[in-house]
Nanobody, 123 residues
Framework: QVQLVESGGGLGQAGGSLRLSCAASGRAFSGHAVGWFRQAPGKEREFVAAKGWSGGSTYYADSVKGRFTISRDNAKNTVYLQMNSLKPEDTAVYYC????????????????WGQGTQVTVSS
């Protein structure tokens, strides 16, 4: 079992930046791909970014490409999502997820989820 805890959410301004962190604990995190998803009120949870264990196989949703960057520090068992050039439409609860194997855009591929952190972007 892997436990994931997100932090770093809060209120941001349009054009500004926020950085989310996801700390993993429990069973060895080795070999797990990680992903970030988000869910806005009344909408389905959607893919944001994903990254493989070794750092390769990195994917982004078109809506965040060029603005968001996913990274990971395996020594610290922590995953980050750097969010720049924020837009009001980025407002959502952001979830960190992990799975054994390669990275994936599909939420149903992930076995482990954090509790989520709220990001609100004001215009």
């Amino acid at each position: 079992q892997v436990q994931l805890v997100e932090s770093g959410g809060g209120l941001g301004q349009a054009g500004g930046s926020l950085r989310l962190s996801c700390a993993a604990s429990g069973r060895a995190f080795s070999g797990h791909a990680v992903g970030w998803f988000r869910q806005a009120p009344g909408k389905e949870r959607e893919f944001v970014a994903a990254k493989g264990w070794s750092g390769g196989s990195t994917y982004y949703a078109d809506s965040v490409k060029g603005r968001f960057t996913i990274s990971r520090d395996n020594a610290k068992n922590t995953v980050y999502l750097q969010m720049n050039s924020l837009k009001p439409e980025d407002t959502a609860v952001y979830y960190c997820a992990a799975r054994i194997g390669g990275s994936s855009r599909y939420r149903h591929d992930y076995s482990y989820w954090g509790q989520g952190t709220q990001v609100t972007v004001s215009s």
